[in-house]
């Protein structure tokens, strides 16, 4: 039996058993959602949707003593991302209880977070950097287990973990050449660029998607912004993997060898290019020139470390996500084979939402959906149930790349903090899959996808595939 049916079959026997549950307790239903939940993907828990909607009576979540998916149950928790996105405790949240305590440890002995569930209330939150703060205790939500509290501290030096003034004066710099005009100034380069990496997958009958393919216009593109020399790239690749997915086993290299090893590597770049300028993102940031002021060397270092990171992982596990999603839904890539709708990247992204969650800080109480959070209390930001968020897009479970509007927050929630390579994340999307589809149209899926073990990043680090 073909992968795809039994995930029907198995999607069909669930949604009859939760059907059949209905009659019984609020509290059971959601405790049954909970065992079952985290291992469907958003196309299969689509068919629990129906049965989840007879659901008539509420619990109030945000006050139960007893956690309805189980004790110890933790949205960032890295096992549970390893194993899927827990889709169906998600939707649970976002009928029932859309601001939730969830308890679980941290660096911060906070005792844990609240889990925001709702489209609105993630852009609002997103949008409002006077209530909300990034520095306070920055945006990662989970660290791996022996990150210290000194260690985290020094994350703050990130753009990403600033606040205003102090944000809008080191985004400036970078800012114009994402735009949507300097990005389109890449795109001859970069499609001739996805036409080699397509071409030379091709040769083979078989491969691995995300060395093959995901991993590679999005490592060129930004390498070559920076102007890192290509011999060097795959060091950068190195490097961002082993920064960003230190809760995997299978990338063993400690990160703060990795950020030190990056760090150096930048220093030396910023020295050639203070001797030797060139047109590449380093020059202008050792040329910049802020108030009279030029970058301190540790401004400039997590500069360079953000957007090597940024620019790397998030575009490749879209892409892997994407490829994932086309062949769960083969008449999209039919669709797609034909059309190449404009739309495609954006609802790709919003499908995979690379990023699972980002925090804010409350810098005082305040009150989300009539719940109090006191100040110096975290917020997750879960943009993966934002963008499957019922009361804002029509069927989120379903992959559609006609999708229009598509209000997604996969490039975070529209405020300060919006993706600056948003531009360039989607042209990278659309020009690897126009060759995919122009080259390989009959590519097809050896195996699952093998996920990343991570509490904040929907990340896939193996899918298996033939491509021809």
């Known amino acids: 039996m073909r992968a795809a049916a039994r995930h029907r079959l198995r999607a069909q026997s669930v949604a009859a058993a939760v059907d059949q549950r209905v009659t019984e307790s609020s509290s059971a239903m959601v405790s049954m959602v909970g065992t079952i939940g985290h291992t469907l993907s958003p196309?299969?828990?689509?068919?629990?949707?129906?049965?989840?909607?007879?659901m008539n009576s509420e619990v109030d979540m945000t006050?139960?003593?007893?956690?309805?998916?189980?004790?110890?149950?933790?949205?960032?928790?890295?096992?549970?991302?390893?194993?899927?996105?827990?889709?169906?405790?998600?939707?649970?949240?976002?009928?029932?209880?859309?601001?939730?305590?969830?308890?679980?440890?941290?660096?911060?002995?906070?005792?844990?977070?609240?889990?925001?569930?709702?489209?609105?209330?993630?852009?609002?939150?997103?949008?409002?950097?006077?209530?909300?703060?990034?520095?306070?205790?920055?945006?990662?939500?989970?660290?791996?287990?022996?990150?210290?509290?000194?260690?985290?501290?020094?994350?703050?030096?990130?753009l990403i973990n600033h606040d205003a003034?102090?944000?809008?004066?080191?985004?400036?710099?970078?800012?114009?050449?994402?735009?949507?005009?300097?990005?389109s100034k890449l795109e001859e380069k970069l499609a001739d660029a996805a036409r080699d990496i397509v071409a030379a997958a091709a040769e083979k009958d078989t491969g691995e998607f995300v060395d093959d393919i995901a991993m590679q216009l999005p490592l060129l593109a930004i390498a070559d912004l920076l102007g890192v020399p290509e011999s060097d790239r795959q060091k950068l690749f190195h490097w961002t993997n082993s920064i960003m997915n230190s809760d995997d086993p299978d990338f063993d290299e400690d990160p703060t060898v990795a950020n030190a090893e990056l760090m150096g590597y930048a220093?030396?770049?910023?020295?050639?290019?203070r001797q030797c300028p060139a047109d590449d993102i380093i020059t202008k940031l050792v040329q910049a020139d802020l108030d009279g002021e030029s970058l301190s060397e540790v401004e400039f270092a997590f500069f360079v470390i953000l957007l090597a990171v940024a620019g790397n992982e998030t575009t490749r596990n879209a892409m892997t996500h994407g490829m994932n999603a086309f062949f769960e839904n083969p008449d999209q890539w039919e669709l797609f084979k034909r059309e190449r709708p404009e739309t495609t990247a954006d609802e790709i992204v919003r499908w995979a939402t690379p990023v699972h969650c980002f925090q804010r800080t409350a810098t005082r109480d305040t009150e989300i959906g009539g719940v109090t959070i006191r100040e110096g209390q975290r917020a997750g930001l879960f943009y993966s149930s934002a963008n499957y968020d019922e009361e804002v897009f029509n069927n989120p479970f379903q992959f559609n790349i006609l999708r229009d509007p598509n209000p997604h927050l996969g490039f975070g929630g529209n405020g300060a903090h919006f993706c600056i390579g948003a531009n360039l994340a989607r042209m990278e999307i659309k020009l690897i899959f126009n060759e995919i589809a122009n080259q390989i149209p009959d590519i097809s899926k050896l195996g699952e996808p093998v996920r990343l073990r991570s509490g904040w990043i929907n990340g896939v680090k193996q899918l298996p595939v033939a491509y021809h």
């Open 43 to 54: 196309k299969v828990y689509g068919l629990l949707q129906g049965a989840l909607h007879h």
């Open 63 to 158: 006050t139960a003593g007893v956690c309805p998916f189980g004790a110890g149950f933790d949205f960032a928790d890295p096992d549970l991302l390893k194993e899927g996105m827990p889709v169906a405790q998600l939707a649970q949240l976002r009928k029932t209880a859309p601001v939730w305590w969830n308890e679980a440890p941290s660096v911060f002995d906070d005792g844990g977070y609240w889990v925001i569930s709702k489209h609105r209330d993630i852009r609002d939150i997103s949008r409002d950097g006077d209530l909300w703060s990034t520095n306070a205790k920055g945006v990662v939500m989970r660290f791996a287990d022996d990150m210290t509290k000194d260690q985290v501290e020094i994350t703050k030096a990130l």
């Open 165 to 183: 003034p102090e944000h809008t004066r080191l985004r400036k710099l970078v800012s114009r050449l994402f735009t949507p005009r300097a990005v």
């Open 267 to 273: 220093y030396t770049m910023a020295e050639q290019r």
